[in-house]
């Protein structure tokens, strides 16, 4: 049981180049998150969905956009990435109120 | 509107003492509390969770909290530290909302001291 996987896990990116950060599940659950956690800030909400074909913003996000087309995937994307987004990316998924968190990916904006 | 709050960003205990890393919210309806424990390079992993019944919560490794609804408060404690407690933590919240979102603090840093 994989639980939840993102990739990839350390990326380096230029100004104004994009890419998409995968996440997928396995474990059907309708909902699920992208975080972004910074130092000595905690993790904030950037998207969420309550189920396929449905998305939502959350706290911060500004310059990034998701979708959702299965339950499995969710993936996050950077169209022109700048220097503040530069952070750990995380994705999660829940079910009966507790969270699953994959491993997280580092990217750096250069 | 929720918001968590996390006092202490960075806590340090002997070997064998007792841990306690607190956590107040504000919410406009009764939340749903957790911990979450990350070590280095990792993702979140769950500790405990309030969410009815029981307002004492056991969790892994020994951990507990208390959810005090007249203190709105869900202070995370442990009788002994050890080596391996060492990680950052994490307090959140999540509410009645249709999007189930999870709202978290800023993060204690725990050292323990051998």
């Known amino acids: 049981n994989a639980g939840v996987t993102q990739t990839p896990k350390f990326r380096i990116l230029k100004i104004g180049q994009s890419m998409t950060l995968q996440c997928t599940q396995d474990?059907?659950?309708?909902?699920m998150y992208w975080y972004r956690q910074d130092p000595g800030m905690g993790l904030k909400l950037i998207y969420y969905?309550?189920?396929?074909?449905?998305?939502d913003k959350g706290e911060v996000p500004n310059g990034y956009n998701v979708s959702r087309s299965t339950t499995e995937d969710f993936p996050l994307r950077l169209e022109l990435a700048a220097p503040s987004q530069t952070s750990v990316y995380f994705c999660?998924?829940?079910?009966?109120?507790?969270?699953?968190f994959g491993q997280g990916t580092r990217l750096t904006v250069v | 509107a929720q918001s968590v709050t996390q006092l202490g960003s960075h806590v340090s205990v002997s070997e064998g003492a007792l841990v306690l890393l607190r956590c107040n919210y504000s919410?406009?309806?009764?939340?749903?509390l957790f911990w979450y424990v990350q070590y280095p390079n990792q993702g979140l992993q769950l500790l405990l969770k309030?969410?009815?019944?029981?307002?004492l919560v056991k969790g892994i490794n020994g951990f507990e909290a208390e959810f005090k609804k007249s203190e709105t408060s869900f202070h995370l404690t442990k009788p002994s530290a050890h080596m391996s407690d060492a990680a950052e933590y994490f307090c959140?919240?999540?509410?009645?909302?249709?999007?189930?979102?999870?709202?978290f603090g800023t993060g204690t840093s725990l050292t323990v001291i051998p």
């Open positions: 969905s309550v189920g396929a074909g449905i998305t």
């Open positions: 959140a919240v999540s509410g009645i909302t249709t999007g189930n979102q999870f709202y």
């Open positions: 999660a998924s829940s079910q009966d109120r507790e969270a699953f």
């Open positions: 309030y969410t009815t019944g029981a307002t």
């Open positions: 474990m059907n659950h309708n909902y």
């Open positions: 919410s406009s309806v009764p939340p749903y």
